[in-house]
C-alpha cells in the first residue's frame, strides 16, 4: 500500500519561473492537503482540497499560488513567477473519506524548492 | 489568532534515558492533537495522538499527556534510541475546521549512545 507520493522531491527554478508539484494521495484517500515548511520551522497550512474542490484555501498567498485536484491525476501546487521567498519545503498530506473523529493526515516526502 | 508553541528547541539525551518534550497551545476550541516525528530530509511522520475528552494516551514507548486547563501537551518516550533523534512537532485541530492542522515550531531531540 503505497504511501503519499510527491515529485519532484527536489526542484530548482530561477526566479520569474514557475514551479509545479505533484502530490498523489495515498490510495482511498479523497482529501488532499498543502503545507509549507521554512528552514528551522514547523509546517504551515496552505490549502485543502477535495477532488475538483477547494475547500479551504485560507493559507495560500493571495498572488501566484494556486492549486486543483481534479477528477483524474494528481493535485498540482503551481507557483508563477517564483521569488527566492518561496524557496521551502512543501509537503502534501493526504486522509482517508471523513468519519467521525478520524483526522490523522498522512505526510508525503515532500518537495524541496530552491529559488536561485 | 492560533498558535502552538514550543518551550525548548533543542533536547540532548543520552540513550536508555526517558525523554519529555513540550508543548503549549493557544486555542482553546482546539480538540484534537497530533505528535510527528521528522527526520532529516523526510516528511512528518505520526507518532501518536490524543482527543480532547481523554488526559493520557500510550503507545509502544510513547505517551501523550493532555492539560486543557493549562493548554498543555507533552510527549513522553521511553528508553529514547538514537534512532529517536529527529524533530518533534506538535499540531493542533479544531474539529469545527476543515481538517487543518496548526504546527508548532518543533523540538530537536539528540540521543547521544
Known amino acids: 500500500n503505497a504511501g503519499v507520493m510527491q515529485n519532484p522531491r527536489h526542484l530548482v527554478r530561477r526566479r520569474g519561473q514557475e514551479a509545479r508539484l505533484r502530490c498523489s494521495p495515498m490510495k482511498g484517500h479523497s482529501h488532499v492537503y498543502w503545507y509549507r515548511q521554512l528552514p528551522e520551522e514547523g509546517l504551515k497550512f496552505m490549502v485543502y482540497?477535495?477532488?475538483?474542490?477547494?475547500?479551504?484555501e485560507s493559507g495560500m498567498p493571495k498572488e501566484r499560488f494556486s492549486a486543483e485536484f481534479p477528477k483524474e491525476g494528481p493535485s498540482i501546487l503551481r507557483i508563477q513567477q517564483v521569488v527566492r521567498g518561496d524557496s521551502a519545503a512543501y509537503f502534501c498530506?493526504?486522509?482517508?473519506?471523513?468519519?467521525?473523529?478520524?483526522?490523522?493526515?498522512?505526510f508525503g516526502p515532500g518537495t524541496r524548492l530552491t529559488v536561485l | 489568532g492560533e498558535s502552538v508553541g514550543l518551550h525548548l528547541p533543542t533536547l540532548s539525551v543520552q540513550e536508555g534515558d526517558n525523554s519529555i518534550i513540550n508543548c503549549a497551545y493557544s486555542n482553546s476550541a482546539s480538540d484534537y492533537f497530533i505528535w510527528y516525528k521528522q527526520e532529516s530530509g523526510k516528511g512528518p511522520q505520526f507518532i501518536i495522538d490524543?482527543?480532547?475528552?481523554?488526559d493520557k494516551r500510550q503507545g509502544q514507548r510513547v505517551t501523550v499527556l493532555l492539560n486543557k486547563t493549562v493548554k498543555h501537551l507533552s510527549l513522553q518516550i521511553a528508553a529514547t534510541q538514537p534512532g529517536d533523534s529527529a524533530v518533534y512537532f506538535c499540531a493542533e485541530n479544531e474539529s469545527t475546521g476543515f481538517q487543518k492542522l496548526v504546527f508548532g515550531t518543533g523540538t530537536r531531540l539528540l540521543v547521544s549512545p
Open positions: 490524543i482527543r480532547s475528552n481523554m
Open positions: 498530506a493526504s486522509s482517508p473519506i471523513g468519519l467521525a473523529g478520524d483526522r490523522e493526515q498522512f
Open positions: 482540497l477535495q477532488k475538483e474542490n477547494i475547500i479551504d
